[in-house]
């Protein structure tokens, strides 16, 4: 296509839009190299040929070539080491809608970007829901084990630091509480998944999922209460990491499955909050009406 005449403000909207898609096509391609010969690669490089088309067509625009951005590669290619490719991508397409709303902005210059957008929309959505990943199958199981540990422990523990005032006992009592949980949740999970389970899961790994996730919030929670003698800092410091756990892997599980943050964040801070502030009262009367002094 020749090459039109624009602006020099326009051009660089232009060449940001193709220096997006260019860097996604890489991302993509690279992500599906990682991957080797698995369903999840072939889906992986269908979305870096849509991605390519795209950069060569903004191209058509510019008369420029780009390379893509080493470092944006490199971040996403760790993003999905360690957090996994669902979110990554999840994450890339976020990006991705915000700089689609701005190809609207050119179309009256270039009526072909119509185009773009329709694929962008029908194309991508369709082959990023063929992603099967192991941790996401799972993810019913971690917020079991997270939510449980994050209600239960965390009231467990206001309760503790109220009728002991000890950051030694309540450690001890604390990390003997959860662990002894975690092991109870995780055999449940077992069972529930044995009995009730459509076989899309595993019900060894729906357990062990369970566990893990209970052991290391306890572990978090409890951490604290071994690290200062001052058992209302101590206190202070869970509940802070009960919002960063609480903060962290909703904005995961809710950018990976496209669900709403603010909701699902509120509603589970509420729940651990609200329970935490009844456990300290029920310290309270135990404290009062028993007379216990340790």
Same mark, same amino acid.
């Given at each position: 296509? $020749? ?17 997006? !898609? +260019?860097?996604?096509? &890489? ?13 999840? &690669? ?16 903004? !191209? ?23 957090? %996994? ?7 890339? $397409? ?29 194309? *991508? ?8 990943? !192991?941790? =996401? ?6 917020v079991l084990g997270l939510n449980?540990?994050?209600? $239960?422990?965390? %009231? ?17 009592? %604390?990390?003997?509480?959860g662990i002894s949980a975690a ?14 389970g459509d076989g899309s899961v ?15 919030? +306890? ?23 009960? +919002? ?14 496209? =669900? ?6 509120? *509603? ?22 028993? %007379?216990?002094?340790?």
């Amino acid at each position: 296509m $020749e090459t039109v005449s624009i602006s020099r403000d326009l051009k660089k909207k232009l060449l940001r839009f193709q220096q997006d !898609e +260019v860097t996604s096509a &890489a991302i993509y391609a690279l992500l599906a190299d990682d991957m080797k010969d698995s369903p999840n &690669a072939a889906v992986l490089r269908n979305i870096a040929n849509e991605e390519r088309k795209h950069a060569m067509r903004w !191209e058509s625009f510019t008369g420029k070539k780009l390379k893509p951005s080493s470092r944006t590669v490199s971040f996403y290619r760790f993003i999905a080491k360690f957090l %996994g490719l669902t979110f990554a991508i999840k994450k890339m $397409e976020n990006g991705e809608a915000e700089a689609q709303s701005g190809y609207a902005s050119v179309l009256a210059q270039f009526p072909e970007v119509q185009a773009i957008i329709d694929e962008e929309n029908r194309h *991508e959505d369709a082959l990023i829901a063929m992603i099967d990943e !192991e941790r =996401l199958r799972y993810a019913g199981s971690v917020v079991l084990g997270l939510n449980d540990a994050l209600v $239960e422990l965390t %009231g467990a523990l206001a309760g503790f630091t109220l009728a002991f005032q000890n950051t030694r006992l309540v450690a001890m009592t %604390g990390l003997i509480t959860g662990i002894s949980a975690a092991f109870s949740m995780a055999s449940s999970e077992y069972l529930s998944q044995r009995s009730d389970g459509d076989g899309s899961v595993s019900p060894g790994k729906s357990a062990l999922y369970t566990g893990i996730a209970y052991i290391l919030t +306890v572990i978090l929670l409890v951490l604290p209460f071994f690290l200062t003698s001052n058992f209302v800092f101590a206190m202070l410091c869970t509940l802070v990491f009960v +919002v960063l756990i609480i903060l962290g892997f909703n904005y995961y599980l809710c950018t990976a499955k496209d =669900l709403p943050f603010r909701r699902h964040f509120l *509603e589970m801070l509420v729940v651990s909050m609200g329970v935490t502030l009844l456990s300290f009262g029920v310290g309270i009367l135990v404290k009062k009406f028993l %007379g216990v002094e340790i």
